[in-house]
């Protein structure tokens, strides 16, 4: 291809993709409405409280980032959620350390916290970093500060059923933890990986998305992260397009489960993207989890037979009100409210998980 032809055909493609764009929008844009008497609103397993509430103020008028901020709050200042707020298990230091955003599809806006001390609610935080900053991320001290600024009262986010589950895991000397060494160090193919049949680990988190009647949709994951983690130590569900992604014109995604596999898959807005493509909330959570099992190399973290030892759940609403979830390994549900009715429902999978021995 001579220089010309070569400038020509490169102009052409932009002008085509742009055309492209500018057509998938209007036509994004201009999509019916959903027909919708109800709310939709999907959580993770632990978030029943949380769809229930959501979608009782949504229904009652209320906008659909404030509901569902609202309903993990509750999970979020609950002392026996050992992976969300208050409550959470602490870094290897025994402090704990919070990861929230939030997402407004309304407006296309979004704000964010990581590794944030002494607040019960960094979904709260996320929230004001999106509405009162030009900014969308805030971390470590500078988020303190920033919360201290805007009045939020300070505590000791550890209780003391968590400061024990810590100190049992100090006090044993557990081999498990995210330090790898030196490549050549003894057993170092055997560190970092912490299956999730070891109940002593935990990535937990809340996952909330909410949408209206009228087709706003909105979305907030927040949670004290991994136990035991490497103090400052960020996971996916403080970043926008890992552990949360909205979009106004096809829907919202979250995520649960190993924030690392989700972070390098760019997880939520993976699934947001496969949604945009045609596929169904659950066909679309499942093809994030291969995105996950194809990318997954670390022979650390698979199983004899090449499957992730760490489990990852998405969950997710089309703008049209469909939903779903699905999670690497079976036996997994997730929180939704449709209809005026709140229920567990079970997720998709990719693997069937053994049967407990014993
Ligand atoms: N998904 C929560 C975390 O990895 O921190």
Redesign the pocket.
């Known amino acids: 291809m001579n220089d010309l032809t070569r400038r020509d055909f490169i102009q052409s493609t932009a002008i085509a993709a742009a055309t492209g764009a500018i057509a998938s929008r209007a036509s994004a844009s201009t999509q019916a409405a959903p027909k919708l008497t109800h709310p939709v609103v999907v959580a993770s397993g632990n978030g029943m409280a949380a769809t229930q509430k959501a979608a009782d103020m949504i229904a009652a008028g209320a906008d659909t980032l404030d509901a569902v901020i609202a309903g993990v709050n509750i999970v979020e200042k609950d002392p026996d959620d050992m992976s969300v707020g208050y409550g959470g298990l602490p870094n290897e230091d025994g402090i704990v350390e919070l ?1 929230s955003c939030v997402m407004h599809g309304p407006t296309c806006r979004a704000g964010s916290v990581a590794a944030l001390r002494n607040i019960k609610t960094p979904s709260r935080v996320a929230q004001l970093v999106m509405e009162r900053t030009d900014h969308v991320m805030i971390v470590g001290e500078g988020a303190l500060r920033f919360a201290r600024a805007h009045g939020f009262e300070e505590v000791n986010l550890l209780t003391d059923k968590a400061r024990r589950h810590w100190l049992k895991w100090k006090e044993d000397h557990s081999k498990k933890d995210d330090w790898l060494g030196a490549p050549d160090a003894p057993d170092a193919d055997n560190k970092g990986a912490r299956a999730d049949s070891e109940p002593m680990f935990t ?1 937990g ?1 809340i996952n909330c998305c909410g949408l209206s009647p009228t087709g706003e949709v909105s979305g907030v994951t927040t ?1 004290s ?2 136990s035991y983690k490497i103090p400052g130590r960020v ?3 403080p970043i926008i397009g890992a ?1 949360l992604f909205v979009d106004r014109t096809v829907g919202a995604a979250g ?5 690392e596999a ?1 972070i390098k898959s760019c997880g939520a807005h993976t699934v947001v993207e496969a949604m945009r493509h045609g596929m169904s909330p659950t066909e679309a959570c499942l093809h994030g989890l291969k995105r996950i099992v194809d990318t997954t190399t670390e022979l650390r973290l698979l199983d004899e037979k090449g499957r992730p030892k760490f489990d990852v759940k998405f969950y997710a609403v089309s703008i049209d009100g469909r939903h779903g979830g699905a999670a690497l390994w079976s036996d997994a549900h997730y929180a939704v409210n449709t209809d005026g009715k709140n229920r567990r429902e079970p997720c998709a999978h990719l693997f069937q998980r053994p049967p407990k021995k014993g």
Request: charged residues 20%; without cysteine; proline residues 0%.
């Open positions: 990861d990535y988190t949670t992260g991994l996971g996916d569900s552990g995520s649960t489960g190993r924030g989700v």
